[in-house]
């Protein structure tokens, strides 16, 4: 009896520690963005500001192991140009060495205390977690903390005046004894009855609250002082802004400034709202589901022109992706989806199994170095039909990528930027050089399942 109770407790945690959002929330992912925006238009310089991996997937292997493999990785990131990785949430979490960090407990035990059945987090110790950070920082990569500030869980039970019930909200002690919080640090408080939303039936933290606003970001060493002085972060992915206002993202960044990102599931207009108020980057989710409809669910290449996309409306504020810890967004032609995001605005995000088991690591090496040697300027749709997409990005020396879907090799005859020149496929798919004719024409290929990326010799 005991132990089915034990197995069921333990069942319920791993389930708590590994609830994705896709299956607790209702996302705006299935609706159809209609508004219609031409590629060519409105569009800023392009992406100069580098390429991020996300250093992690959903459970990666238990038992503290993961900051040693991503320590293992970091030099050979950098040096294929990889500019910063996304670490998952650090700290112990209420499903202790089960969770994946998005149930945050004790905001300042990294795997040092023994508390919620472990030490160790999911991902390692406090000092692995430093030595990851310190060997990416050698390597010359950024490091960026994934913050999750709209809930909190693990809290015993206590008597809450605010609800006339019992509420999980008693954070106290806390092995750390920092940040120590009870029932009025979360909705409904004196200070407020709710905010923009809540995740699963976790304690939602009210950041109106002083104190709770002192801890996160307000003091000397609140947790964004703490990542940033003590831990070495150098910047920051917000989880699930959708559930408290974007103005808090503000006020973290500008107690411990860098690169930061909202994850807020959204159309163009929303996510857009959300930066204004933010003053960060956010995640192209616009973008994805283009590219998951494009290449997977519609098989139709026109989308990705006719689409709106943070990364075409705002791009020095679009990080781009294909798939993430989430979910497996685009499951076939996944590499020809990292051909759009790669060769046009936005800053893209890479997912760690992509890369390192799902898809060819050298073409996605060429297509990171093709990033970062060849994309600027602003992207014009050459041509779209339902399985050929063809874009030129303006700057110097610009590119014209060709992305083919088809079972067959095709060509086409396009407009390029380029005036007399030869020009070569930088993807390494075409082994032919052509040449531009006085008015810039010329015939450009890709292989059938393919993409080439044209550009100057
Ligand atoms: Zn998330
Ligand atoms: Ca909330
Ligand atoms: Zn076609």
Redesign the pocket.
Known sequence: MKTILLRMLILGLIWTGCTKEKDVINTTGDQQITEDQPISANLKAGNTSGVIMQAFYWNVPMGGTWWGTIQGKVSSWAGIGITAIWLPPSCKCASGPYSCGYDPFDYYDFGDYNQMGTTETRYGSKSELLSCISAAHSAGLKVYADIVMNHRAGGTSQYNPNTGTYTNTNFNPLASGMFLSGYNDFHPSTYETSDAGTFSNYPDICHKNPWVAANLWGNSNSVAKYYKGTMGYDGWRFDWVNGYSPAYVKSFVSSASGFAVTEYWGSVSQIQSCINSSGVSSFDFPCMYALQAAFTTNNNLALLSSTAMLCKSNPSKAVTFVTNHDANYVTTNKLLAYAFILTHEGTPCIFYTDYESELNKSALNTLIWINKALVSGTTTVLYA????YIAKMSGSPGLVVYINT?GSN?SRSVTTNWTSKTIHDFANNWGTNYSTNSSGVATIYAPAKSYTVWSTQ
């Open positions: 039909d339902n399985d050929e088809s095709l």
